[in-house]
């Protein structure tokens, strides 16, 4: 199964490359959080691990498609690099003409001389931890590129044994 995800992924990497235009529809930002929680909630709890969302009901211009990637990449990693009982945090915000993603865990943290790396694709900075988790390492080279087509910032914080938190401006 972790073939045919890497598979998958690799895919829609090459569609996105292809540089066709891309069809923009209204997102409620807000709506995908939502939808894309109550498919980790499962595994968040066997391990103790806490949800909250926040925020507003704020539209986006995009593909659906794509930016429900982006939310999952990021709240699966939330989920999946935090510590037993921990907490993810996601807040969806309008600031002036601009809409904010963010979300936050308490969990591991990526060492700051791995920070710039983790978004090329295949990276996994702990290979035994993440063997123990799954994935391939594509998830955020995928959020890099689809940020990068929608036009939004991304903006990365993370402490070691601390957490870590990611902030989409679009
Ligand atoms: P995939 O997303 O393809 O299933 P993955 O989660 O390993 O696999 P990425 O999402 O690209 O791949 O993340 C790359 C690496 O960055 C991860 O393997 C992990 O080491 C680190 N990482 C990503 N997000 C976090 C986070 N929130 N906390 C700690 N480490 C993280
Ligand atoms: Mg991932």
């Known amino acids: 199964s972790r073939l045919v995800n890497l598979i998958e992924d690799v895919i829609r990497?090459?569609?996105?490359?292809?540089?066709?235009e891309i069809p923009r529809e209204d997102i409620d930002l807000?709506?995908?959080?939502?939808?894309?929680?109550?498919?980790?909630?499962?595994?968040?709890?066997?391990?103790?691990?806490?949800?909250?969302?926040?925020?507003?009901?704020?539209?986006?211009?995009?593909?659906?498609?794509?930016?429900y990637e982006i939310v999952q990449n990021?709240?699966?990693?939330?989920?999946?690099?935090?510590?037993?009982?921990?907490?993810?945090?996601?807040?969806?915000?309008?600031?002036?003409?601009?809409?904010?993603?963010?979300v936050k865990d308490t969990g591991i943290g990526?060492?700051?001389?791995?920070?710039?790396r983790i978004f090329q694709p295949f990276y996994r900075v702990d290979k035994s931890h993440s063997r123990a988790t799954g994935g391939t390492g594509l998830g955020l080279a995928i959020v890099k590129h689809v940020a990068q087509i929608h036009k939004a910032?991304?903006?990365l914080n993370s402490e070691e044994k601390s957490g870590t938190s990611v902030v989409l401006t679009f």
């Open 110 to 116: 990526i060492p700051a001389e791995r920070q710039r």
């Open 30 to 67: 807000m709506a995908v959080v939502k939808e894309v929680i109550e498919t980790l909630q499962t595994a968040a709890q066997k391990r103790g691990i806490s949800i909250r969302i926040s925020g507003d009901h704020c539209h986006i211009q995009g593909v659906r498609s794509m930016i």
């Open 153 to 155: 910032e991304l903006e």
């Open 13 to 20: 990497i090459s569609h996105m490359d292809e540089g066709v």
């Open 74 to 102: 990021l709240c699966d990693n939330a989920v999946k690099y935090n510590v037993e009982n921990g907490s993810v945090d996601v807040a969806v915000k309008r600031s002036g003409k601009r809409t904010l993603l963010k």
